[in-house]
C-alpha cells in the first residue's frame, strides 16, 4: 500500500519509561512487543487491520527482534499459524475481524482449543458490532463458549489495555488456553497514552533457532482418542486454572459506589459508556466516580463465580449490561448465583434493550428504569430531560424534512474501477432482463446502494460463485456472480471456481480485479503490482493491475476455459463481453476479469507525485470532465447510471430548463466514466473533457492562443 506508517512504526520503539502517545490498536501491537512475543500474524480488516499494517511495514525492526510477522491469506490460516504454540513455548498472536473472521478461522481455532498450547496464544479480535459495523451482527463469545477458550473484553483505556494483553498471554499459559482479546470499534481508534516498557526479544526465534522439533506427542493431536481426554481437560484443569488466574491476579474490577445496595455487572468494553450514562443521569461525577456500585468483567469467559457471589450478595438488585444477543452472561450469573442459593433479584435484557449496539442513549434509557424500579429516591430528572431533548431534536428534523433523516449509505470512492462495471451490468439488464446477482464482500458491495440496487445475496467473504450454486440449476437465464480480487484469494478460488469447474455448473463469474483488498485499506495480495512497476508507473501516470497476471494464470491453470479480461472504465466493452457471456453456446464457467486499479490507491501514488512535479516547475496535466449546461436536458439520467459523487446537480442558470442541470464537482479524477456512460447508454451529448495544465510548456501556450483566435473569431464577443 502507499500509505506510509513510519511513525507508527518509530513507536514501537520507545522502551522503558517513554510515553506512548496515539490510537489504542497502535497501543494493542505495542504490548505485544512487550509481551516477548515470537510470531505475530492476521488478516486485515476494519477495526484491527492497523496492527498487520504497521507490523508488515516494522518488518525490519521485528527482525532484530527475532519476531516472524505473516500476513495471511485468510483467517483460517492465521489462526492454524497458532499451532506453533501448541509444543513450543513460543508466544503468538494473531488478528482478525469478527465475527467474520472467526467463522473463517472456526475449523483451526477448534483444533487449536482442543490440544490447548504450551506458548501464550492471544488472538486480537475486532468485534465489529453496532453502528459502524460493516457485517452481520453476531457476538464472539459464543465461539469462546462453545471452544472453551478465555475471552478478555478490557476496559479502555489504554494503559489497562495494555496491562491485559500482557495478562492474556500469561492466563493463556497458565491454563493452557488460547485467549480472545476482543476489541471493540471505538477500544480500537480511541486515543491515550501510556508508560512503555522495553520490548522483549523472544527466547526462541528466528535469531535463535532450535536444533531438533519437539518429540511426538499423541495427545497434543486433535485426533480421536486424544480429542476425548481434551474435553475433559478443557473442564476439569484449563477451565478452573484460567479461573484462578483471573481472580488472584484481579483482572476483573470492582468500582464500589456511594450506594453498597445497587450494583452494575458490565462487560469491560462497555465501561465508558455506562460510565458516561450515569453521569447523564446525575449518578457519576467527571471522573467517573459512580453513585453504584461496578464490577467490571474485563475477561467475559469463563466467569468466576466466587466474583459474582460475592459482589451480589447483599444487593438489592444488580443490572448486567451485556450488549449482543444471546445473553450469555447475564444467563451464567444468573445460573452461578442460583447454584450458590444467592438471591439477589438480577436485571438485563429486560430492561435494556436485546440487540444493536450500547451507546450511551441506549444505556441511560435502561439504567433509568433500573433505577427507577429499585432506588425511586434516586433522582433522574437531569438524564429523563437529556433524553427527551435528543427525542425532540430527532423529531424537530422529521418535521421540518417531511420524513425522518435520509440514511447515508457508503458509496464507491469517486472514480472507482468497479461503478463502471455496474454500469454495465445495469445497461446490460435493459437488454436481456434481470439476471440473479449472487454479491460478495468488498468494495463492490457498494453496488447493493441507489443508483444501482445490484444483487440478491451475500453469503461470505469470496463466496459469491459458490452462493449461486443451487439457484443456477432453476434459471432460465445464466446467473452472474461478482468478486474482487481480495475475495477472490481469501475463498473464492476455492470455494468457488474449484466447485464450478468439477461439477462442470454454467455460470458466469465477474472478478473485479482492482489490485488491492481496498475495502480493508487497500493491503497488497498476490496479484498486486510489484514495487518495480509501482516506480516505474510514477512516471507513467497510468493504472498498473495489468503488470501482474497471477489470477489469469491461475485460471487457465485450473481449467478455466472461457477468460476475458476487460478494462473496467470501457462500458461499452463491458457490456459486449457480459453479453456475450451470458448468451454463448459455451456451457462452462464463463470468467470476465474486469481490470482497474483501485482509484484510492492510485491517487495515493498519484497526488504526490503531481505536487512534487508542480512544485518543481514540471508540466502537470490533470483530466477533468464537466457538463455543458446549456445542452444538458435535465432528465439525470447519467447520474442515475453513475452515482459518482462528484456528479451532482444545480439549479438551471436557464430560465425556461425548470429542472436543475447536471454539474461535475472539483473533486472528479476524470476517470472518464462519465463519457463512457454517455457513448454507451446514448446520452445527451452534455459531457466534455477538460484538461488542466499546469506549468504549460510553450506547445501549450501555442496551441491555447490558436484555440483562443479560432473561437473569437467564429464566435466574436
Ligand atoms: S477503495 Fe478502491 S476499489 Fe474501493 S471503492 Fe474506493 S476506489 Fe473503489
Ligand atoms: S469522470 Fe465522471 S465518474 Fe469519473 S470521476 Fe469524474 S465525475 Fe466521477
Excluded at 454500469?423 to 449472487?438: C, E, T, Y
Excluded at 476517470?671 to 456512460?677: A, K, T, W
Amino acid at each position: 500500500m502507499e500509505v506510509s506508517f513510519s511513525r507508527e512504526v518509530q513507536a514501537l520503539r520507545l522502551g522503558q519509561g517513554d510515553v506512548f502517545r496515539g490510537e489504542g490498536i497502535l497501543a494493542i501491537t505495542k504490548a505485544l512487543l512487550q509481551s516477548g512475543v515470537a510470531y505475530v500474524g492476521g488478516y486485515q480488516g476494519a477495526p484491527v487491520s492497523h496492527l498487520m499494517d504497521v507490523l508488515v511495514q516494522a518488518k525490519d525492526y521485528l527482525a532484530e527482534l527475532g519476531v516472524h510477522v505473516e500476513a495471511c491469506a485468510n483467517e483460517a490460516s492465521a489462526a492454524a499459524m497458532l499451532g506453533a504454540s501448541i509444543h513450543y513455548p513460543l508466544r503468538g498472536a494473531v488478528t482478525w475481524k469478527s465475527i467474520v473472521g472467526t467463522n473463517v478461522a472456526a475449523d483451526a481455532l477448534s483444533n487449536l482449543a482442543s490440544p490447548g498450547v504450551t506458548g501464550g496464544a492471544l488472538i486480537v479480535i475486532g468485534e465489529d458490532y453496532g453502528e459502524g459495523a460493516s457485517v452481520i451482527q453476531e457476538r464472539t463469545a459464543a465461539f469462546a463458549l462453545k471452544s472453551s477458550l478465555v475471552l478478555l473484553d478490557p476496559r479502555p483505556d489504554l494503559g489497562h489495555m495494555v496491562r491485559m494483553v500482557e495478562e492474556g498471554f500469561a492466563l493463556s499459559e497458565a491454563s493452557s488456553t488460547p485467549v480472545l482479546l476482543q476489541l471493540r470499534i471505538r477500544a480500537c481508534h480511541m486515543r491515550g497514552s501510556f508508560v512503555c516498557r522495553d520490548n522483549v526479544a523472544p527466547a526462541m526465534s528466528a535469531r535463535h533457532l532450535t536444533e531438533a522439533p519437539a518429540p511426538f506427542d499423541y495427545t497434543r493431536l486433535s485426533h480421536p482418542p486424544s480429542t476425548f481426554q481434551h474435553e475433559k481437560l478443557k473442564g476439569d484443569a484449563r477451565l478452573p486454572a484460567a479461573r484462578r488466574y483471573i481472580v488472584d491476579h484481579h483482572l476483573n474490577e470492582v468500582f464500589p459506589g456511594g450506594r453498597g445496595d445497587l450494583g452494575l455487572i458490565v462487560q469491560g468494553g462497555l465501561y465508558n459508556s455506562l460510565v458516561r450514562a450515569l453521569q447523564q443521569l446525575g449518578l457519576a461525577d467527571a471522573f467517573g466516580g459512580s453513585t453504584l456500585s461496578m464490577l467490571v468483567l474485563n475477561v467475559t469467559c469463563p466467569l468466576a463465580p466466587e466474583e459474582i457471589r460475592d459482589f451480589c450478595l447483599g444487593k438489592r438488585a444488580v443490572l448486567v449490561v451485556e450488549e449482543g444477543q444471546p445473553e450469555f452472561i447475564e444467563q451464567e450469573i444468573l445460573a452461578i448465583l442460583r447454584r450458590l442459593d444467592v438471591n439477589t433479584p438480577i436485571h438485563g435484557k429486560d430492561v435494556l434493550a436485546l440487540a444493536g449496539e450500547y451507546t450511551v442513549e441506549v444505556i441511560t434509557r435502561g439504567l433509568a428504569a433500573f433505577v427507577a424500579r429499585h432506588a425511586p429516591d434516586l433522582s433522574l430528572d437531569a438524564g429523563q430531560a437529556w433524553l427527551k431533548a435528543n427525542a425532540a431534536r430527532r423529531d424537530a428534523v422529521t418535521t421540518q424534512l417531511g420524513a425522518p433523516l435520509p440514511a447515508r449509505p457508503p458509496q464507491f470512492c469517486i472514480g472507482c474501477p468497479e461503478r463502471p462495471v455496474f454500469a454495465a451490468l445495469k445497461l446490460l439488464q435493459q437488454d436481456i432482463g434481470r439476471v440473479h446477482i449472487a454479491a460478495d464482500i468488498g468494495c463492490h458491495s457498494f453496488a447493493a446502494f441507489e443508483p444501482f440496487s445490484s444483487g440478491h445475496t451475500i453469503l461470505g467473504y469470496g463466496m459469491s460463485l459458490a452462493s449461486r450454486a443451487g439457484v443456477s440449476p432453476v434459471m432460465s437465464r445464466r446467473t452472474l456472480a461478482i468478486m474482487g480480487d481480495g475475495g477472490f484469494w481469501h475463498n473464492g478460488l476455492l470455494s468457488g471456481v474449484q466447485s464450478a469447474l468439477f461439477n462442470g455448473d454454467d455460470a458466469v463469474l465477474v472478478i473485479l480485479k482492482n489490485g488491492y483488498t481496498s475495502a480493508t485499506g487497500t493491503q497488497e495480495i498476490i496479484s498486486t503490482p510489484d514495487h518495480e512497476h509501482k516506480a516505474h508507473a510514477r512516471d507513467k501516470h497510468e493504472s498498473l493491475v495489468h503488470t501482474n497476471r497471477a489470477i489469469e494464470r491461475t485460471l487457465t491453470g485450473i481449467g478455466v476455459q472461457w477468460l476475458r479480461t476487460v478494462d473496467s472504465y470501457r462500458v461499452d466493452a463491458m457490456q459486449r463481453t457480459l453479453r456475450e457471456a451470458f448468451t454463448t453456446d459455451f456451457a462452462g464457467l464463463k470468467v470476465i476479469i474486469a481490470e482497474g486499479e483501485c482509484q484510492l490507491e492510485r491517487q495515493r501514488r498519484v497526488k504526490p507525485w503531481l505536487a512534487r512535479r508542480m512544485k518543481s516547475g514540471k508540466r502537470t496535466l490533470r483530466v477533468k470532465y464537466g457538463v455543458d449546461e446549456d445542452t444538458c436536458s435535465g432528465d439525470h439520467s447519467c447520474i442515475r447510471l453513475s452515482g459518482c459523487p462528484t456528479l451532482s446537480l444545480k439549479a438551471s442558470p436557464d430560465p425556461l430548463k425548470v429542472d436543475p442541470v447536471a454539474t461535475v464537482l472539483d473533486g472528479c479524477v476524470g476517470c472518464g466514466l462519465c463519457g463512457e456512460n454517455a457513448h454507451a447508454a446514448t446520452l445527451c451529448p452534455s459531457f466534455y473533457r477538460g484538461e488542466v495544465i499546469r506549468n504549460p510548456n510553450w506547445r501549450d501556450r501555442l496551441a491555447a492562443r490558436l484555440r483562443h483566435a479560432v473561437i473569437t473569431l467564429f464566435q466574436p464577443a
